[in-house]
C-alpha cells in the first residue's frame, strides 16, 4: 500500500467506538487476505496469557478482534503473529516473559514475516518499555491494559508503516464494549464486571497497570449474559479485582448482590461464580444472596495475604486478624457447605516468625480447601518496596514451605468431607490419563472424575463422590 492510500485510510476512519475498530478489523482483514493469497496459506496469529482470569479474558477478546480480522487461531508460536498478554503481580512473571522472548527471537530468525507483540500489566510499567525497545528490537508491536481493544488498528499501522509501534495509555475511563471475543469454552465464560483496583494494598502492583476502578453498567452486563447463555454458556465467571465493591461509583449506584440477584434471573445460566472478594467489602446482604440462590456456587475466594494484624496494617488491607476470623465464621454459619480458599503472601517485609505463627494459626482455624501461597515480591514503585527489614530469603523459603505443608495437609482433610454425597457437576473436558473418564467440576470448584466421553462436555451431571483423592475426587454419575 502506497503513502496516499494509507493516509486516506487513516483519514476515513471513524471517530467513535466500537466503530473505528469494525472499521480497523476490516481494512486489517484485507491486508490478511491479501499476504495469505501470496503466501498461499492462512495466516495463523497465536496469543498467550501470563497472568490472572483477568488476562485471560483480555486474550479472548484479542482473538476475537485477530480471527474477525482473517487470523487463524494457532496454539502455535511457530506463527505469523504472536502476541504475550504479561503479567506483572510477581518478578517471576515477568522474568518467564523475557525467557520466552528469547525462543520467539529464535522464531523470527527464521521466519523474518513473523510479528512479534507484547501487551498486558507488565507494559504499563515504563521501565520494562523501555527495556524491551532497547534490548527487545525484535518486538513490533507494543501496548498495555487499557488499550487492548485497539488492536486492529495498532497492528494495522505496524503493517502499514513497517516499523515497531508503541501505544500506552497511563489510563482510561473509557470501557469500549461490542467488540468480538473467541471463547475458549463453550459451555463456561468469565465476564467483567469491573476493571482497575482502588484498594492499593502496600505490595501490589495491579492499581499502578490497571488504572483506577470502573464499573461496567448493568444493563450491558446482562446483556452479555443473556447473549451468552443463547449461546450455550451454562457457567459464568464474574470478574473483577474486587468484585464486592462493584457499582459504588455507576452514576445509578447498585450493589454486587443486587447485580448477583439480576444475573441468576437468566434463562440458561445454571451456575454463577465470581472473583476477587476483598474482606473489607463483603456485605451481609451477599452472604444473603449466596445462601437463598442455588445458583451461585458454594466457593468464595477470600485473600488473606496475612493472619497477622500488624502485617495487615502494613499491608494497608484495613481488616485484621479477628475481623477476618469473624467474617469467615459468619460466612460458614450462614452457609455451611462454603468452600473457601484463599491467597497468602509470606515474607512481608518486617514479618517475623511471631507474625508468620498468626498465619498459620488463620489456616488451621478456617481449613481453607484451597490456598494459593506466594513468596514476597518486591514490586518497583509500591510502598512495600521502599520498607527497611525486607525478610531474607532463606527465612522465607523456610517459612514458605512450612505453610505450603499446613495448607496440603488441610486441603486434603478437607476434600474427603464429601465422600458419599451426590453433587452437580459441569463435565469440562475428557481425562487425557484415563480414557472413558471425564473431569468435571463441582460447584464448591473441587474437580470430580468419572466415566463418560466427549459428548457430556458441557452438561452438569449428577455425581455420587466415592472417593478421596487429596485434591479431587473420584465418582459413578447417576445422570
Ligand atoms: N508479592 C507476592 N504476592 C503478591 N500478590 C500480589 N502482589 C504480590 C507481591 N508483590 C499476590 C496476592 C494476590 C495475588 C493475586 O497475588 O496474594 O491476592
Ligand atoms: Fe492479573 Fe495482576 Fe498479573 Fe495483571 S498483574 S495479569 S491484573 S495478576
Known amino acids: ?30 491486508l490478511v487476505e491479501e499476504k495469505s493469497r501470496k503466501t498461499g496459506r492462512p495466516l495463523t496469529a497465536c496469543v498467550q496469557t501470563f497472568g490472572c482470569q483477568m488476562n485471560a479474558k483480555d486474550s479472548e477478546k484479542l ?49 523474518p514475516g513473523m510479528i512479534i507483540a507484547l501487551c498486558g500489566c507488565m507494559m504499563q510499567e515504563p521501565s520494562v518499555v523501555e527495556k524491551i525497545e532497547t534490548s527487545y528490537r525484535f518486538v513490533d508491536l507494543i501496548f498495555g491494559t487499557h488499550n487492548i481493544f485497539k488492536l486492529a488498528e495498532l497492528l494495522f499501522m505496524q503493517i502499514c508503516e513497517g516499523h515497531r509501534v508503541v501505544d500506552i495509555w497511563k489510563g482510561t475511563d473509557k470501557i469500549v464494549e461490542e467488540l468480538p471475543a473467541q471463547r475458549k469454552y463453550p459451555f463456561k465464560s468469565g465476564v467483567n464486571i469491573m476493571y482497575g483496583c ?36 451454562v457457567e459464568v465467571m464474574l470478574l473483577g479485582q474486587n468484585v464486592n465493591s462493584y457499582g459504588k461509583t455507576l452514576a445509578h449506584p447498585v450493589s454486587f448482590a443486587s447485580l448477583l440477584r439480576r444475573i441468576a434471573e437468566v434463562k440458561g445460566i445454571e451456575r454463577i461464580r465470581f472473583m476477587t472478594s476483598h474482606p473489607k467489602d463483603l456485605s451481609d446482604e451477599l452472604i444473603g444472596v449466596m445462601r437463598d440462590c442455588p445458583k451461585i456456587c458454594r466457593h468464595l475466594h477470600l485473600p488473606l495475604q496475612s493472619g497477622s494484624s500488624r502485617i495487615l496494617k502494613l499491608m494497608n488491607r484495613v ?17 455451611p457447605d462454603i468452600s473457601l480458599t484463599t491467597d497468602i503472601i ?35 514503585g509500591t510502598p512495600a518496596a521502599a520498607m527497611a527489614d525486607q525478610v531474607p530469603e532463606d527465612v522465607v523459603k523456610v517459612r514458605f ?4 505443608k499446613e495448607v496440603q495437609k488441610i486441603s486434603a482433610e478437607v476434600c474427603t468431607k464429601d465422600v458419599g454425597k451426590t453433587m452437580t457437576a459441569l463435565a469440562e473436558g475428557t481425562d487425557s490419563h484415563e480414557p472413558g473418564m471425564i473431569t468435571g467440576r463441582l460447584g464448591n470448584n473441587i474437580m470430580v472424575h468419572f466415566p ?28
Open 1 to 30: 500500500m502506497n503513502n496516499q492510500e494509507y493516509g486516506r485510510i487513516l483519514r476515513d476512519a471513524p471517530a467513535e467506538e466500537p466503530a473505528r475498530q469494525q472499521y480497523f478489523m476490516n481494512q486489517l482483514k484485507q
Open 63 to 111: 482473538l476475537g478482534i485477530l480471527e474477525r480480522a482473517g487470523f487463524q487461531a494457532s496454539e502455535s508460536e511457530q506463527s505469523d503473529f504472536v502476541l504475550y498478554n504479561t503479567c506483572t503481580v510477581r518478578d517471576n512473571a515477568n522474568q518467564r516473559v523475557y525467557g520466552r522472548l528469547g525462543y520467539l527471537h529464535n522464531l523470527k530468525n527464521k521466519n
Open 198 to 233: 482502588n484498594n492499593f494494598c502496600s505490595y501490589c502492583i495491579v492499581p499502578y497497570v490497571r488504572g483506577r476502578e470502573r464499573s461496567r453498567d448493568p444493563e450491558d452486563i446482562i446483556k452479555e449474559v443473556e447473549a451468552l447463555a443463547a449461546d450455550g454458556v
Open 319 to 335: 481488616y485484621d486478624k479477628e475481623q477476618y476470623l469473624a467474617l469467615t465464621e459468619k460466612i460458614k454459619a450462614e452457609i
Open 346 to 380: 509470606v515474607g512481608f517485609p518486617g514479618e517475623t516468625e511471631e507474625d508468620f505463627e498468626e498465619t498459620m494459626d488463620v489456616v488451621r482455624r478456617v481449613r481453607y480447601d484451597s490456598a494459593f501461597t506466594f513468596i514476597y515480591s518486591k514490586r518497583t
Open 401 to 404: 514451605d512450612r505453610l505450603l
Open 452 to 479: 463418560g466421553d466427549a459428548s457430556d462436555i458441557g452438561k452438569l451431571i449428577q455425581v455420587k463422590l466415592t472417593e478421596s483423592r487429596g485434591f479431587y475426587y473420584m465418582g459413578v454419575r447417576l445422570s
